[in-house]
């Protein structure tokens, strides 16, 4: 029950920061980000460890990182190219 309940934070997370963002490519530097944002539950806060996945509409290609101690995601703008997730 508990992987469900990561998997729907991790996906409301997502769903969130696509919402939010206001680029895929904020830069072409090599620390750029493309896409960020939090993961939590009401229930345990902020959640660590979390795989926060991102695939292209039409691509077979799918970009995962792992949320940090304080919940934080971020996808690189090298690894994330613009496009419709």
């Known amino acids: 029950m508990k ?20 680029s895929l490519a904020h ?22 460890g979390v795989l926060v996945s991102a695939k292209a509409d039409g691509s077979t290609i799918t970009v995962t990182v792992v949320s940090d101690d304080k919940g934080r995601y971020a996808f690189p703008a090298a690894k994330l190219a613009p496009a419709h997730y």
Not at 8 to 22: P, R, T, V
Not at 29 to 41: F, I, R
């Open 3 to 22: 992987q469900i309940a990561v998997w729907a934070a991790a996906a409301a997370a997502m769903i969130g920061a696509a919402l939010l963002a206001s």
């Open 27 to 48: 830069a072409a530097g090599k620390d750029a980000v493309a896409l960020s944002g939090t993961v939590s539950s009401a229930k345990e806060g902020l959640m660590e």
